[in-house]
Structures are given as C-alpha cells and as structure tokens.
C-alpha cells in the first residue's frame, strides 16, 4: 500500500512476476473496505499516507485481531517509526531505496509466517468451541484439575462425591479431546499465547 502510484505499480509488477497474486491500494481507508482483507496473504505499507497513515493503520488491524504479517517501507525511516512500527504488529522494517530481491525475500518469510499463524489461530477457535461444551461446573473442575488438585480435593472444595468428580473429569476429557491431564494444560497455554510471537499483538484472553 503506498499513495504513489509509480511504488505501487513497480510493486505490482515485482510481486506478479515471483509467482503471487496482489492487490494494491492507493490509502488506508479503501484496503479496510477491501472484502478479501482477511485472506491469507502479506501487507506491504508505506508508513507515510494521506489521511490513516500506515502506523495508525497497523494499530487498526491490531485492535481487529487480524493476523496479516506488515512489511513496513519508508523513505523517511526513522529508529523511533522502526520501533513503533515493529511494535504495532509489524514483522519486517525495510527503508526506501531498496532491492526487489530483498523484498520479496522478506515476503516470502512473512507468508511462511502467515500460514503458521492462521494454523494456530485454527486450533486455537477448535480449543475454544470445545470449552464451550462444558458445563459451569465442569469447567471449576477444570480449573482446579489443570492446578494439580487431587480429585478427593476438588470433590471436598465442590461438596461433591469422589465419584462425581471423577465422572466430570472424564467428561472434561472426552469433551476436549484430550488424553490426560497434561494435554488439557497444553491447550488452555495455546489459549494464552500469541501464535504470532508478537508482543504487541497478543490475542484478547479467552
């Protein structure tokens, strides 16, 4: 994205010929309206635009959560754009002039990047639509079985029969899809981990 239509036309051309689909917008405002803003791909932004400059507009994907890998370019770069660029969800800072080679070898890593994170993100909803299955008590079993709490505690804390408890558990387990305890805590972390590795773009907590 860059408001000069010579950039954006020698990156068309440059990104085409490696063998990638593009699109190309002209200001901020028209690739937020864009239907296919979602899809699987990279960003490649100019920080300096007209209207939503490309720092805001990375702050705008990151309160939407979106996943897109940004390719920051500026001909004005900065340490202080670099580091707030790179803390607004950008993955790569490269500064105007610079080579086709260079780029796309950067574009490259970020689709490599993409395609890990929408796979987290993918199993991160299937976790998610399957702590929705439990019932409130189940999930205060859960809580206290990921803690370590022996059952005979947890049925003490809950006023519940051993057996109760352990019948919760196995319902827990058989509704996660998981096959012990130690997977049920691997999937409530993959809940609290950014897939992306990006400080400044954690996901909201479940």
């Not at 994907?61 to 790179?86: F, G």
């Not at 929408?118 to 998610?128: D, G, K, M, S």
């Not at 409530?188 to 954690?202: E, F, M, T």
């Amino acid at each position: 994205m860059d408001d000069d239509p010579a950039v954006r036309e020698a990156l068309e051309v440059l990104v085409s010929v490696s063998g990638y689909p593009v699109q190309s917008f002209a200001h901020a405002e028209e690739f937020l309206a864009s239907p296919d803003l979602n899809e699987p791909g990279c960003l490649i932004l100019d920080l300096r635009m007209p209207g939503m400059n490309g720092l805001e507009l990375q702050r705008e994907l990151l309160r939407r959560h979106n996943p897109l890998p940004i390719i920051v370019l500026s001909a004005h770069a900065d340490l202080s754009a670099a580091v707030q660029s790179m803390r607004a969800g950008a993955v790569d800072f490269i500064q105007k002039p610079f080579s086709g080679m260079e780029l796309m070898d950067r574009v490259r890593e970020a689709l490599r990047l993409n395609a890990e994170w929408r796979a987290a993100l993918q199993e991160r909803e299937l976790i998610e639509s399957r702590l929705a299955l439990l019932t409130t008590r189940e999930r205060e079993v859960l809580n206290m079985m990921v803690d370590g709490v022996p059952t005979k505690v947890i049925a003490r804390r809950l006023g519940s029969s051993f057996y109760t408890v352990q019948n919760q558990r196995s319902s827990i387990l058989r509704k996660l899809k998981a096959d012990s305890v130690v997977n049920l805590v691997g999937m409530l972390l993959k809940l609290r981990q950014d897939p992306r590795g990006i400080a400044g773009r954690q996901l909201p907590p479940p």
